[in-house]
């Protein structure tokens, strides 16, 4: 239901993870959206999706893909 605090941690530890070796891959596994329709867990990928990549844009980090 709510994911900011996740989207939190997720910023933290990419954003060190990334400036300790700029090479690294990530993939976001979203858990827990079995019971949504299929609409409401594409509208919230897109959601996390956006505000990941936002965050890391704020940070100056938008070379670094999720």
């Known amino acids: 239901d709510d994911y900011v605090e996740a989207l939190g941690r997720?910023?933290?530890t990419v954003?060190?993870?990334y400036r300790v070796n700029p090479e690294i891959n990530f993939?976001?596994?979203?858990h827990k959206v079995d019971g949504l329709s299929d609409d409401h867990k594409i509208e919230t990928q897109r959601d996390i999706h956006q505000r990941?990549?936002?965050?890391l844009?704020?940070?100056s980090l938008e070379k670094l893909h999720l």
């Open 10 to 12: 997720l910023h933290l």
């Open 27 to 30: 993939e976001v596994f979203i």
């Open 15 to 17: 954003s060190r993870a």
């Open 57 to 59: 844009a704020d940070a």
């Open 52 to 55: 990941a990549n936002d965050d």
